[in-house]
């Protein structure tokens, strides 16, 4: 079964930091790509950050421009995305995503990923 529990979202002070965190099954985590995206109201969804399993390649949306980093700890079976001089402009529903599609390099194309986490909440306060 795939399952994607984003968890660490919250209300932050513009110029500070939160860590997201996604808790994956075996079956998301051992194959294919995992990804940040995020959404807000009216928008389309926008993406973040992906991870690929396979020699762990990256890649970021043009708008991150170094201030997120996207990880993964194979041991936990965890992903995650580290959200730095956060802006008001970042407030939105975070998501996790999986590809279960192998890549060299992960996707950006939301019709991409198969499976999504539930979604979590950041605010950033100015």
């Known amino acids: 079964q795939v399952q994607l529990v984003e968890s660490g979202g919250g209300l932050v002070q513009a110029g500070g930091s939160l860590r997201l965190s996604c808790a994956t099954s075996?079956?998301?985590?051992?194959?294919?790509?995992l990804a940040w995206w995020r959404q807000t109201p009216g928008k389309e969804r926008e993406f973040i950050a992906a991870?690929?399993?396979?020699?762990?390649?990256?890649r970021y949306g043009p708008f991150v421009q170094g201030r997120f980093t996207i990880s993964r700890d194979i041991a936990q079976k965890m992903v995650y995305v580290q959200l730095n001089s956060l802006r008001p402009e970042d407030t939105a529903v975070y998501y996790c995503?999986?590809?279960?599609?192998?890549?060299?390099?992960?996707?950006?194309?939301?019709?991409?990923?198969?499976?999504w986490g539930q979604g979590i909440q950041v605010t950033v306060s100015s």
């Open positions: 991870i690929s399993s396979l020699r762990d390649g990256t």
């Open positions: 995503a999986a590809d279960s599609s192998s890549r060299w390099n992960p996707s950006s194309y939301v019709t991409d990923y198969d499976y």
């Open positions: 075996e079956r998301t985590f051992s194959s294919g790509s």
